[in-house]
């Protein structure tokens, strides 16, 4: 289930990755403060990270954001403006959160 997908800004590797307000945010609901997201990177040509990376996802006035650990995957990635990322939830006997990373040319 597709959470979001978001082309990306410089702001979003100064502040944190804002959510974009269109959001499914059903996954994310039952939560209060900061969540701790284990979630599996991935490349558009399915390369994943050796091993799953812990996203925090906070509250910051009013918006849910990415913090710890995005700026992580975007440093390891090799992450830049006008990149799109897209945060999807699969259920395959148990929830596990997935970056999908596809970089422009």
């Known amino acids: 289930?597709?959470?979001f997908t978001k082309q990306l800004t410089p702001i979003d590797f100064d502040r944190g990755l804002?959510?974009?307000?269109r959001s499914n945010l059903e996954p994310l609901q039952h939560f209060q403060g900061t969540i701790e997201l284990s979630t599996i990177v991935e490349s558009a040509?399915?390369?994943r990270?050796?091993?799953?990376?812990?996203?925090?996802c906070s509250t910051i006035r009013g918006s849910l954001v990415f913090k710890t650990g995005w700026y992580d995957i975007a440093r390891y990635v090799g992450l830049k403006s006008g990149d799109t990322v897209t945060f999807?939830?699969?259920?395959n006997g148990g929830a596990q959160f997935k970056l999908k990373v596809k970089n422009v040319c």
Do not use: K
Not at 49 to 56: N, Q, R, S
């Open 49 to 56: 990270l050796p091993d799953p990376v812990t996203i925090h």
């Open 1 to 3: 289930m597709e959470i």
């Open 18 to 21: 804002v959510l974009p307000p």
């Open 88 to 91: 999807y939830q699969e259920v």
């Open 45 to 47: 040509a399915g390369t």
